[in-house]
C-alpha cells in the first residue's frame, strides 16, 4: 500500500525525489487500519512535505517495527517548521507557509492515530527539513499469512485478483525466477476456466 502512494506521488513530484524504505520488504506487516483513511493520511503527509520544498529536495518513506509497534516517517528536506509553531501543528486549521492550507492534514492525522490507539509524533527545524512519525501496535500475523512459496514442480500458477497492480507484483515476482512457471492471471474467480487443472492458486 505504502509503495503504491510513494510510486503515485514520484509521478507528480518533478525535481523531488522520493523514497519509500523498509526493514524488510519480505517481512508481513499488519495493523488494524482502514487503508482508505491511512492512504489519505500519508497522501497528504507527503503533499505537505512537497510543498515544503523549494526547487530540488528529498522525501523518505520509512516503515520500520519492533515486536509491538509500527512506525511510518515522512523524512522531507523542506523548510521546517518554526520551533514556536511546532506545539500548534496538530490543531485544526493550524498551516505554515502553505499557499491554500485549510490546516485539517495533521489535525486527522492524529485523530487517525490516537482512534487506533497509536501515538504521532512531528520533529523540525526552521531551515533543516520536517519529520512526521505515527506509531501503530503492531498486530500478530495472521494464520492464513504464508512467508514463502514452494513453486518446485509447478507449471502453472493462477493469479486472482481484483486489483490490476497486485496482479502486476505478481507477474514481476514471479517471472524473476530462472525457471517461470506459466502465470495466468483473472480479475475475478468467474473467469478462471473451468477445466483448468494442476495449478497452484493464488486468490485474493
Known sequence: ??????????????DIEIRFTCDDENAPVYCELPASELKATLSNLIDNSLQAIDGK?????RLECDEHSVFLEVIDSGRGIPKDMLQHAFEKGFSYD?????GLGLFYAKKLVEEYQ???EIRSREGSGTTVVLDFPRQPTPNWHISSLNLAGIENVVVCDDVPGIRKAWDLRLK???SP??????????????GLKSALYLMD
Request: with cysteine; net charge positive.
Open 98 to 102: 502553505k499557499e491554500g492550507g485549510t
Open 57 to 61: 529536495g528529498q522525501i523518505t518513506v
Open 181 to 194: 512457471p506459466r502465470i495466468m492471471f483473472y480479475g475475478a474467480c468467474e473467469a478462471i476456466p473451468a
Open 176 to 178: 524473476a525466477l530462472l
Open 118 to 120: 497509536g501515538n504521532i
Open 1 to 14: 500500500l505504502i509503495g503504491r502512494i510513494v510510486a503515485e506521488k514520484q509521478v507528480i513530484a518533478k
